[in-house]
């Protein structure tokens, strides 16, 4: 006897207010199985089903659920959220009492289609075996660690973030994209190798209680030349921002980028924990070429803070500050400079020429790549 449920037997549907008997045949060979099911729509309490290993309730409960089915037993749901809602749920996946715990990784996933044709949305899914569909599988010869709960992960989705995945350590990962397996395998790995870095910076930012807030910045030309390190901009205040970079294993560097200052009016601009940081990563410094890629990675990071906050106010909030969104070449635009270096006695003298209509501009400082004598970058100063 069922009630309380919208039932769906071979195309007729019966009202859930009445109740109904459901005789049951098995068979010894089945040769035709006529499926009966149920579905509902939004986030509603989910009944607890006896084939469930313990912890599968405490994860389906969490915030999110836009749709679930069952059919003889076979059952899914299928959730909406961001990326640290994903998080929460992977958690409590990895919970769930069972042989194995399985997180799909799908390109092609992120739609549910109702009984009648209606469309939902969603960015993961749980699986579930249970029921007549799993007693048929395990007369079949399948096994209780074959029929465990599966999570699938839709990439599709655009809140995804494989980046910032927090994978326990006793989930499998299938990755069901064969043309990008290898690469999304990769970032998989990337990610979880930057967990104990980016811990680090969360407790380090839990110092600064006044704080406006955070991001991570990103850029080409500093994933070239500082690989071993997170970058992340911290606004303190209003009046104060400051550029950060974090090694794998959770060093924190406070690079000061924008703080280059003089002792008179003739010296140059120099930034001491600037230069010394520049100078640990040993950048070599061998043509013209090489030498202005190096001063657009600097300007990169040095002017970081200043472009961030006039994003951050012109902007809604963002956790990762692009350098590739904001511009063309992730510096500025190539197209409206001409970039010039010359060799010098202890290094390169850089700078550029606005070379588009006239507009008004500040005019950019010129940079001396001060190197030793195995060209190395050991001093960074502008005039």
Known sequence: MISGWKIDFGGFEMCKTKHVIVFLSVLVIPTV???????????????????????????????????SRWVNGGEYFCYKGDVSAFNEALKKFADINTPRHLLIIDSNCGQAVSFHGKVINFDWR???????????????????????????????????????????????ILILDSDRSDFLDYRLKQASKWRTAENKWLEFVDHFPEKLGYVEFQSQLASKYLPGYQLYLLEINTALSKLFAVSVDGNIFDLKGNQFSRVSSNAPFKNESFSNFIAEQQIK?????????????????????????????????FKIFKTWVFSKSGTVDDENWQWFAEKQANGWLVSRKYVSPRVSIMMPPKWNLVCDDQRRVVEIVHY
Do not use: H
């Open 33 to 67: 199985l006529f499926a009966f099911g149920t579905e509902n729509f939004g986030d509603r309490p989910i009944e607890v089903s006896r084939d469930w290993p313990d912890g599968m309730k405490k994860m389906l409960d969490g915030p999110g659920l836009v749709y």
């Open 126 to 172: 749980l699986d579930f075996c249970g029921g007549i569909s799993r007693q048929a599988l395990l007369w079949m010869g399948a096994t209780e660690a074959d029929l465990i709960p599966e999570l699938a992960y839709c990439l599709c989705r655009e809140k995804s973030n494989l980046d910032k995945l927090i994978v326990p350590e006793n989930v499998e």
């Open 285 to 317: 410094v061998d043509d013209i070429n090489t030498a202005v890629e190096v001063v657009k990675f600097i300007e990169d990071i040095a002017f970081a803070s200043e472009r961030w906050k006039y994003m951050r106010r012109n902007s809604r909030e």
